[in-house]
């Protein structure tokens, strides 16, 4: 079992929608969690940490789970200029991160 | 507040030639990170520094590549010789942190862009 994992997707989705990804991790002494917006050939962007049960941000909610150890980012109302990737992004001690695959994203006209 | 800065961006090399990357990270910052990222992949960590001290070089191919991070601050990244399956793009972070909730966020560079030909 990897350990971080994603669905790569593609997750195509018209304007307007909801869309929910998922991340399961596998180390259950992971302390914090980040999810990062990569658009193509560019860096990994900071979107959101989460470090308790969640976090929320305008149209942007992550969702933490330890029992089940995964988290998840919904995205209300999607625009065009969500296109993109999304990493997730597990800190399993020491600093050390470990990032899954990544979630394409298109958001659809 | 200045980023972390790489360089060069773009490198086109042959097989069997060496490279290195540079990268400077947020003032401050103790700990730096190279990853490398291949086309349709999440970064992979290859070494991680605190301060100028090694914590995890765990995944670094120590055959052919090293890094380095004199005085605590720059860091430089070698490819020596280069493989075709080094194609990809270096990336450099660095985040604080301190302790403190929050101080844990890793930032990026630009990234250069490696192809060995």
């Known amino acids: 079992r990897k350990e971080v994992e994603q669905d790569p997707g593609p997750f195509n989705v018209p304007e307007g929608a909801t869309v929910a990804f998922n991340c399961t991790y596998s180390?259950?002494?992971?302390?914090?969690f980040f999810w990062y917006r990569q658009d193509c050939r560019k860096e990994p962007k900071l979107l959101m940490s989460v470090y308790s049960s969640g976090n929320e941000d305008g149209r942007f909610t992550a969702q933490l789970n330890r029992a089940s150890q995964y988290i998840s980012l919904l995205i209300r109302d999607s625009k065009l200029s969500d296109s993109a990737t999304y990493l997730c992004?597990?800190?399993?001690?020491?600093?050390?991160?470990?990032f899954g695959t990544g979630t394409r994203l298109k958001v659809l006209a | 507040e200045a980023g972390v800065a790489q360089s060069p961006r773009y490198k086109i090399i042959e097989k069997r030639q060496s490279v290195a990357f540079w990268c400077n990270p947020i003032?401050?910052?103790?700990?730096l990170y190279w990853y490398q990222q291949i086309l349709g992949q999440g970064p992979k960590l290859l070494i991680q520094?605190?301060?100028?001290?090694?914590?995890?070089d765990s995944q670094l191919p120590k055959d052919r590549f090293s890094a380095e991070r004199l005085k605590g601050v720059d860091s430089t990244l070698k490819i020596q010789p280069a493989k075709l399956e080094d194609s990809a793009v270096y990336l450099c972070?660095?985040?604080?942190?301190?302790?403190?909730?929050?101080?844990?966020?890793?930032?990026f560079g630009p990234g250069t862009r490696l192809t060995v030909l």
């Open positions: 992004v597990v800190n399993s001690g020491t600093y050390k991160y470990i």
């Open positions: 972070a660095s985040s604080l942190p301190d302790g403190a909730l929050g101080t844990d966020t890793q930032y």
């Open positions: 520094f605190q301060n100028n001290g090694v914590v995890d």
């Open positions: 180390n259950s002494a992971s302390q914090s």
């Open positions: 003032s401050g910052h103790a700990t």
